[in-house]
T-cell receptor, first 116, second 112 residues
Framework: DQQVKQNSPSLSVQEGRISILNCDYT??????FLWYKKYPAEGPTFLIS?????DKNEDGRFTVFLNKSAKHLSLHIVPSQPGDSAVYFC???????????????FGQGTILTVHP | DAMVIQNPRYQVTQFGKPVTLSCSQT?????MYWYQQKSSQAPKLLFH???????NEADTPDNFQSRRPNTSFCFLDIRSPGLGDAAMYLC???????????FGPGTRLTVL
């Protein structure tokens, strides 16, 4: 049962344009959402997060939007740069009831390629 | 710079030969996690420590064990690696006051 899904395995964008990465979740207990960026042969790097009490969080070129009713979040990168090319994972936490403190449930990732 | 360090970055072992992966952190975080990530899949949580309190995921095989001798270090022991255990192993830390986790670079394990 995949509770966090990234339905687009890959996305290709021209430099300077907007990149929009999408993520859907099924567990209504999730209350904190994160985006990580991962380069080959490196660990995931934390990018930006959002609490369920908000619907938008912005940090420089990166903005995360949360639509709780649709159980959907998205990451917008504007403007996109070639250095943004990486795998992007969304993750969610707040799945109460278990013993896993702060357990993150990850999506499968979207490969973003930004062309010069 | 405060960081999460994993050693070695690449580990090759033989089928059935025990192997230990190491993680250290200079962030002074309370929580340390071990994840397994196979190609094109999401990272999968194996277990975590909140200080010395160990929490095992229900579906983590018995073949995987962990030790946390102090705040800074955490080890992943694979007692009898099988071919299916070949993967990237990621260590992460969290202060405990938020759910944001900070990852090390990972150890790529190959089982021959």
């Amino acid at each position: 049962d995949q509770q966090v899904k990234q339905n687009s395995p890959s996305l290709s964008v021209q430099e300077g344009r907007i990149s929009i990465l999408n993520c859907d979740y099924t567990n209504s207990m999730f209350d904190y959402f994160l985006w990580y960026k991962k380069y080959p042969a490196e660990g995931p790097t934390f990018l930006i997060s959002i609490s369920s009490i908000k619907d938008k969080n912005e940090d420089g070129r990166f903005t995360v939007f949360l639509n709780k009713s649709a159980k959907h979040l998205s990451l917008h990168i504007v403007p996109s740069q070639p250095g943004d090319s990486a795998v992007y994972f969304c993750a969610a936490s707040g799945d109460a009831g278990g013993t896993s403190y702060g357990k993150l449930t990850f999506g499968q990732g979207t490969i973003l390629t930004v062309h010069p | 710079d405060a960081m999460v360090i994993q050693n070695p970055r690449y580990q090759v072992t033989q089928f059935g030969k025990p192997v230990t992966l190491s993680c250290s952190q200079t962030l002074n975080h309370n929580v340390m996690y071990w994840y397994q990530q196979k190609s094109s899949q999401a990272p999968k949580l194996l277990f975590h420590y909140y200080d010395k309190d160990f929490n095992n995921e229900a579906d983590t095989p018995d073949n995987f064990q962990s030790r946390r001798p102090n705040t800074s270090f955490c080890f992943l022991d694979i007692r009898s690696p099988g071919l299916g255990d070949a993967a990237m192993y990621l260590c992460a830390t969290s202060p405990g006051s938020t759910d944001t986790q900070y990852f090390g670079p990972g150890t790529r394990l190959t089982v021959l």
